[in-house]
């Protein structure tokens, strides 16, 4: 069974850089898309963007240009780096597998991890 | 970037019922939507593709019907472990990939 799992520090400060990483075991990192989503407390899911196991990438507009997602095939990882953040960014930021010829829709997901951006 | 717009907000619904939950898009987004389940403390779970193809593993009391800009998913006889919140997502034009406001499915 494919298990995806989110890592990084859950406290960020204002102005400062957001970096999760997100490792893949139990199936097969190619030939995929990979996501992250977050979810502010309370509220609903915002996709951020994807990563092609190739390397291509995808982004939100509305991050206007702090996102980066990348991947590590050699470890069956990929990571989200944030810039910037403001409390906004608080949320809980969740990785995914994307299903489709352009990663559409998310059939596996890790169990999210909380990040809260304050001084 | 097209925006979805799930109704209700929330669903009183009582177990062995049925729950009828929608969804619209600002535009046409042809049978590119999917539903997600999601529990408390938990992450959302695929339910439906391709506006009504069943995620694997996923009852057949689940089933999503529509195109265009209307989409529905129908819960027939509600299950105890069937209270959450159901988000739909577009997947027609992007980016970005975009989610309805979720509707919360309750134990009347």
């Known amino acids: 069974q494919l298990q995806l799992q989110e890592s990084g520090p859950g406290l960020v400060k204002p102005s400062e850089t957001l970096s999760l990483t997100c490792t893949v075991s139990?199936?097969?990192?190619?030939?995929?898309?990979w996501t992250w989503v977050r979810q502010p407390p309370g509220v609903g899911l915002e996709w951020i963007g994807h990563?092609?196991?190739?390397?291509?990438?995808n982004y939100n507009p509305a991050l206007k240009g702090r996102v980066t997602i990348s991947v590590d095939t050699s470890k069956n990882q990929f990571s989200l780096r944030l810039r910037a953040v403001t409390a906004a960014d608080t949320a809980l930021y969740y990785c995914?597998?994307?299903?489709?010829?352009?990663?559409?829709?998310?059939?596996?997901w890790g169990q999210g991890i909380l990040v809260s951006v304050s001084s | 970037e097209i925006v979805m717009t799930q109704s209700p907000a929330t669903l009183s619904v009582s177990p062995g019922e049925s729950a009828t939950l929608s969804c619209r898009a600002s535009?046409?987004?042809?049978?590119?939507l999917a539903w997600y389940q999601q529990k408390p403390g938990q992450a959302p779970r695929l339910l439906i593709h391709?506006?009504?193809t069943r995620a694997t593993g996923v009852p057949a009391r689940f089933s999503g019907s529509g195109s265009g800009t209307e989409f529905t998913l129908t819960i027939s006889s509600l299950q105890s472990e069937d209270f959450a919140i159901y988000y739909c997502?577009?997947?027609?034009?992007?980016?970005?990939?975009?989610f309805g406001q979720g509707t919360k499915v309750e134990i009347k």
């Open positions: 995914a597998r994307a299903r489709g010829s352009g990663g559409n829709y998310f059939d596996f």
């Open positions: 535009q046409s987004v042809s049978n590119n």
């Open positions: 391709g506006a009504s």
């Open positions: 997502q577009q997947y027609y034009n992007w980016p970005p990939w975009t």
């Open positions: 990563v092609f196991y190739s390397g291509s990438t």
């Open positions: 139990g199936g097969s990192f190619s030939s995929y898309y």
